[in-house]
């Protein structure tokens, strides 16, 4: 008899956007699934929520749950309760609807539901996608030496639960230590994001272009804020270095970055059509987020179409960028330093597209990555 898998999730985690780089990610997975085994799709709406629902081929049978809240989303009292293991009206729900299901095993995807999952792996052989440490960003936790320490003892009290996952999968090393913190029980694994070869065609040569490019979603404070801080260091050395820049942001754009559209040498593209065409098209790419969690998606972007790189050290580091593959620093202020060194040294932007493309194919292969996720998803089916 064949596996049948429950892959369970919030609508908007399988949004159609090439823009959300966990939405590509979790379609291909669920696609890589679906080609093996029977897959039945629960996604678990949040009362904020008001993402369509994803349309997608190969899975058997969708439905969905409507949750009454969402633990991250909760007050501390709630939060605290549910890390000790109370049972909600929606843990009860969810245990009946994938009861109805009857799978034999079942997927949770992260990293904005993660306790909410505990019923499934209770009562299945589960595979946990985690993802990354959602609590180190300020816009969603509170970073005070309270909110801290509370939220220790929250993983503390979780990581002693019995409802644990069998498998846990990460994005990046790092975030693989953040999840063993809560999942202490699972086996742990670490899966990159990979770039899906349809949507990003093989280049063999640097990029060319008269702009820089930054693109990416400009709504997301800690990129809009790091994009708008070198925006201001480029405008304070206009008189020497003036490199035009182009901002492709299809999510829109904070008003920070925005504020420099008033300067004629700032431009926004749509990024309707292949995203992979702005790449090509500009003579590098910079990624200046200095608060980093899970992997910077937009540096292998622009790796697979040979333009060179320019990045934070945090997004550097969420990749594990290998010497030679872009160039880092630590501020605004050194980020342009690294772009006036670049713009003056045309063989160092062929060296680092040459990099790029090197660091892609040792470390974020599609077709390792896809194989994997089936020998995982088969090892439960396996029992």
């Known amino acids: 008899m064949p ?9 908007e985690d399988l949004i159609d956007s090439p823009f959300d ?27 904020t929520d008001a993402s369509p629902p994803p349309a997608l081929e190969g899975v058997s049978s969708y439905s969905e749950l409507a949750l009454t809240r969402v633990v991250y989303a909760s007050s501390r009292v709630a939060r605290l309760r549910s890390a000790l293991g109370g049972e909600s009206q929606d843990d009860r729900a969810l245990a009946a609807a994938a009861a109805a299901l009857a799978p034999d095993v079942a997927l949770t995807i992260g990293p904005f539901l993660g306790p909410e999952y505990r019923p499934l792996f209770r009562r299945f052989p589960s595979l946990h ?3 990354e440490d959602l609590s180190q960003m300020h816009e969603i936790a509170s970073q005070s030496l309270k909110g801290r320490a509370f939220r220790r003892l929250e993983v503390w009290l979780h990581g002693r639960s019995r409802a644990q996952p069998r498998i846990v999968v990460s994005i990046s090393p790092r975030e693989c230590e953040a999840a063993r913190r809560r999942y202490p029980r699972a086996r742990h694994v670490y899966l990159p994001f990979t770039l899906d070869p349809a949507s990003w065609p093989r280049f063999t040569d640097a990029s060319a272009g008269e702009a820089l490019l930054i693109a990416g979603n400009l709504v997301e404070q800690r990129n809009a804020e790091a994009a708008a801080a070198v925006l201001a260091e480029l405008e304070r050395r206009r008189a020497d270095l003036q490199v035009p820049v182009v901002l492709v942001s299809d999510a829109g754009l904070d ?20 995203l992979w065409r702005h790449y090509r098209a500009a003579w590098a790419a910079l990624v200046p987020a200095f608060r980093v969690t899970g992997q910077k998606t937009t540096i292998l972007q622009a ?4 333009c060179p790189v320019i990045a934070s050290r945090a997004a550097a580091q969420s990749v594990a960028a290998p010497d030679g593959a872009l160039l880092a620093g630590s501020g605004a202020r050194e980020i342009v330093d690294a772009i ?16 790029g493309f090197a660091a892609l194919a040792s470390g974020f292969d599609p077709a390792r990555a896809e194989a994997t996720l089936r020998d995982l998803i088969g090892e439960l089916c396996d029992g």
Do not use: K, N
């Open 3 to 11: 596996c049948r898998a429950l892959v369970a999730c919030r609508p």
């Open 21 to 47: 780089a966990f939405a590509v990610r979790h379609r291909q997975m669920l696609a890589t699934i679906a080609r093996e085994i029977e897959v039945s799709l629960l996604c678990l709406r949040s009362p």
């Open 129 to 131: 996608v985690f993802e």
């Open 255 to 274: 008003p920070a970055p925005a504020a420099f559209l008033e300067r004629d040498w700032v431009e926004l593209r749509s990024g309707a059509g292949p």
């Open 303 to 306: 790796w697979a179409c040979g």
């Open 340 to 355: 006036e060194l670049l713009a003056r040294r045309a063989q160092l932007r062929a060296e680092l597209a040459a990099g």
